[in-house]
């Protein structure tokens, strides 16, 4: 079971977004990924709420990407 912790230093957007990522493998040897945002934005506007659903869809959608062009590059590698 492993975490990994981060946290927006930039302030441009939000009055704080931290969270993590904890990653579990589960008893069928799959990998369970749970993620944890706490976020507040420093702008008020009518739209926001949906601006940061797609947001958040469209990280996690990278997320995924990311995590299987990663699994890919691992099961490409030979072992000895």
Do not use: C
């Amino acid at each position: 079971y492993q975490t990994i912790l981060f946290e927006d230093i930039g302030h441009q957007d939000f009055e704080f977004y931290k969270g993590s990522w904890e990653l579990r493998p589960d008893p069928n040897g799959e990998l369970k990924i749970s993620y944890s945002l706490t976020a507040q934005q420093n702008f008020d506007e009518p739209f926001a709420g949906n601006h940061m659903k797609n947001g958040i869809t469209n990280l996690l959608e990278s997320v995924r990407i990311e995590i299987l062009r990663r699994q890919a590059l691992v099961t490409a590698i030979p072992s000895n």
